[in-house]
Nanobody, 118 residues
């Protein structure tokens, strides 16, 4: 049974930082691309970032480039998203997603809420 459990969300002021974590179990974590996807209040899902199985290839949506950094620790089966210089428009539920090997997400975590507000 694959499980993805996000943590690290919370309330932060504009300009602040947070680090999200996603603990994976029931899967050979090091074999799969992983994504971060977010959903802002009242809006649809937005892909944020992805990372290759070895962690050597990453990509980001333009709106977070230079501010967010995705990483992974395959020894700990954990995915991370370091978020700096946070803006109000980053307010969203952030989901950790496992790629199924065919650029489709087959397992999702329950999400962690990030609220950026003064």
């Amino acid at each position: 049974q694959v499980q993805l459990v996000e943590s690290g969300g919370g309330l932060v002021q504009p300009g602040g930082s947070l680090r999200l974590s996603c603990a994976a179990s029931g899967v050979t974590f090091s074999s799969y691309w992983m994504w971060w996807v977010r959903q802002a209040p009242g809006k649809g899902l937005e892909w944020v970032s992805d990372i290759s199985p070895g962690g050597d290839i990453t990509d980001y949506v333009d709106s977070v480039k230079g501010r967010f950094t995705v990483s992974r620790d395959n020894a700990k089966n954990t995915l991370y998203l370091q978020m700096n210089s946070l803006k109000s428009e980053d307010t969203a539920v952030y989901y950790c997603v496992k790629d199924d090997g065919h650029w489709s997400g087959d397992y999702w975590g329950e999400g962690t809420l990030v609220t950026v507000s003064s």
